[in-house]
């Protein structure tokens, strides 16, 4: 099985990820997290440059690495979930439809990048204002976290695609607790 964690900056995907993870074991269900982007990887690593403005890609080749990146890490995923994991993935190819459509590509032609790696069985998309993803992080890392108008049109994009596609919501600018409380319920009622 495989959940996404969902979200823009500072929404809270990696620390409800690894909580999810913890509430799943305490269950004695085994799990993995993945994060994309992968900085480890070569692609990742090239990512990481045109996020911090060492390289510049038109947005159809950024989100091209993006896709590549989780490509490179198929063989780990097929091998966790041939292993009965659960995979918690701290954003997956969702993202790329987000931003590839807020940077104006066609839906279709993102979605194509990802064809044929494994398909998520719940998505969860962790809605934050971005008034409290700007005060929970003052110090802006890449070119997509610094536009306040680009983090609009991301977070009101990724509502809209969570209504198309059927994502779960939850209210990321509540308390870390209120956010683990209703992330761990929707997992687990999917787990049922």
Known sequence: MIIVIEGFDQA???TQSELLAKALRAK??????FSFPDYSTPL?????????GSRKFPPQVIHCL???NRWE???????????????????????????GKANGL???WLSNLD???????????????SKDSFTRK????????????????????????????????????????????SVKEIALRYLK
Not at 28 to 33: A, V
Not at 44 to 52: A, P, Q, R, T, V
Request: proline share 1%; with cysteine.
């Open 12 to 14: 809270g995907k990696r």
């Open 28 to 33: 004695k269900l085994k799990c993995k997290i």
């Open 44 to 52: 990742g690593k090239e990512i990481k440059y045109y996020l911090s």
């Open 66 to 68: 993006l896709a590549a």
């Open 73 to 99: 890490k198929l063989k780990e995923i097929q091998e966790a979930l041939s292993k009965n994991y659960i995979l918690i993935m701290n954003r997956y190819y969702q993202s790329n439809l987000v931003y």
């Open 106 to 108: 066609d839906l279709k």
């Open 115 to 129: 064809a044929g790696l494994p398909k998520e069985d719940l998505v969860i998309l962790l809605d934050v204002r």
């Open 138 to 181: 003052r110090t802006r890392r890449d070119k997509f976290e610094k536009n306040k108008q680009f983090a609009q049109k991301i977070i009101h994009t990724y509502r809209t695609l969570a209504k198309k596609f059927g994502w779960k919501i939850v209210n990321a600018s509540q308390t870390q607790k209120q956010v683990h409380k």
